[in-house]
Structure formats: C-alpha cells, structure tokens
C-alpha cells in the first residue's frame, strides 16, 4: 500500500515570499491533516479535512495560511506572505475515519526554511 | 488550552539497558498514542491505550494509561540501537472528538550507545 505522498521535500524561500506544498493521502483514506513541527516540537494540527469539508482550522494561521482538498482527495496547504517562524516540517498525514480506532499515517514531511 | 507534557526530554542510555518516558496531560483523555519519530524521519504510530490502567506490550515495549487518564508511560526493556528516536505521546486536544485532533507532547528524545 503505498504511503501518504508530500512534496516538495525541501523548500528554501525568502520571508515575504510564497510556497505552496501538495499532499496525496493513502487512496480512500477520507480524514486528512496538516501538521506543523518546528524543530525539538511535537507536531501541531493546522487543520484537518474529512472528505472535502473543513472539520477543524482553529489552529491555523488564516491571515497567511490557506489550506484546501479539492474533490476530497488531494490537498494543498500555501502560506504567503512567509515569515521567519514558519521555518518548520509540514506534515501531512491521512486516516480512513476521524474516529478512535483509525491509525493515523504520516507523510515523509516537507521541511520549509523561512530567510 | 490543553497541554501534554513529556519527561525527560533526553535520555541517553548505554544498549541493553531499560528506559521509560511519562506523559501527563492537564486534562483526562478519551485515548492516549504513542509515536515514534526517528531522526530525519516522520512519525509513526506505535500503539493506542483507551481504557482506565490499560497496559499492552509491543515485544520489548510496554506501554501504560494512567488510571485516571491523565497520564501514560513508555518503558522499552534492554533497549537497542534500532530504538533510537523521538518518542511523542498524543491525546485528543480537549473538546475534540476527532481521533485525529491531537495535542502531542514536547516528545522524548532517545539516545543508545553501543
């Protein structure tokens, strides 16, 4: 089975500037997060989507981070204008339910370094 | 809000001896998970604890869920190389019901010498 898909892997980009990182989950997974892990930190949810619905973005930056999952399968999490703090892993990962009882399964992460 | 927190935040150990980690939450937790993260790498799921002084055990790994699920301890029996790592607790952030609405520890990094 293959795993959750994230790219790209690495990012370097000056403050101010844009990215944009891609998730594939596991197929017919229907729950998927964003997560950030600033270095020597455990992962925080960003925000999490079942299907295409947005089910929790309360820990999100809205005012430069926008996520969507379009078709409910994909997803796309940009931040713009990036800032120095955002230097950090963006994990995405995918469950088949939101419930207890589903394993949830990270993705390799994409590192982005904020300069 | 909701915090989990992890002890020690370090621990290096000489292969073949035993170590644990502890995890406490601010708030009582439907379920508690542990994750192990290895350098570089993302983290993966190990184990979920649901039920008031739970107690399993992966091979050379127990893991338990405090009585009155607060609280949760990793103990890995004559650790090996192949554990090194970053091992993170999670429960659910209070409020949430989503399974996947997790509040991780800080995490406990291990270290074995050969």
């Known amino acids: 089975e293959a795993g959750v898909a994230q790219s790209p892997r690495y990012k370097i980009i000056e403050k101010r500037q844009s990215v944009a990182f891609w998730c594939n989950p596991i197929?017919?997974?229907?729950?998927l997060y964003w997560y950030q892990q600033i270095l020597g930190q455990g992962p925080k949810l960003l925000i999490q989507?079942?299907?295409?619905?947005?089910?929790?973005d309360s820990q999100l930056p809205k005012d430069r981070f926008s996520a969507e999952r379009l078709k409910g399968v994909d997803s796309t999490l940009k931040i713009q204008p990036a800032k120095l703090e955002d230097s950090a892993v963006y994990l995405c990962?995918?469950?088949?339910?939101?419930?207890?009882?589903?394993?949830?399964?990270f993705g390799e992460g994409s590192w982005l370094t904020v300069v | 809000g909701q915090q989990v927190m992890q002890i020690p935040q370090y621990q290096h150990v000489q292969e073949g001896e035993d170590f644990t980690t502890y995890c406490n939450s601010s708030?009582?937790?439907?379920?508690i998970q542990w994750y192990k993260q290895r350098p570089g790498g993302h983290p993966v799921f190990l184990i979920q604890?649901?039920?008031?002084?739970e107690v399993k055990k992966q091979k050379r790994l127990t893991f338990q869920f405090g009585e009155a699920k607060k609280n949760s301890s990793l103990h890995i029996t004559a650790t090996q190389t192949t554990d090194v790592g970053t091992y993170f607790c999670?429960?659910?952030?209070?409020?949430?019901?989503?399974?996947?609405?997790?509040?991780f520890g800080q995490g406990t990094i291990l270290t074995v010498h050969p």
């Open positions: 197929s017919g997974h229907a729950t």
């Open positions: 999670a429960g659910p952030s209070a409020g949430g019901t989503s399974y996947g609405k997790l509040t």
């Open positions: 604890l649901v039920k008031s002084g």
């Open positions: 708030t009582t937790l439907s379920n």
């Open positions: 990962a995918s469950s088949s339910g939101g419930g207890p009882g589903n394993t949830i399964y």
């Open positions: 989507f079942q299907n295409n619905g947005v089910v929790d």
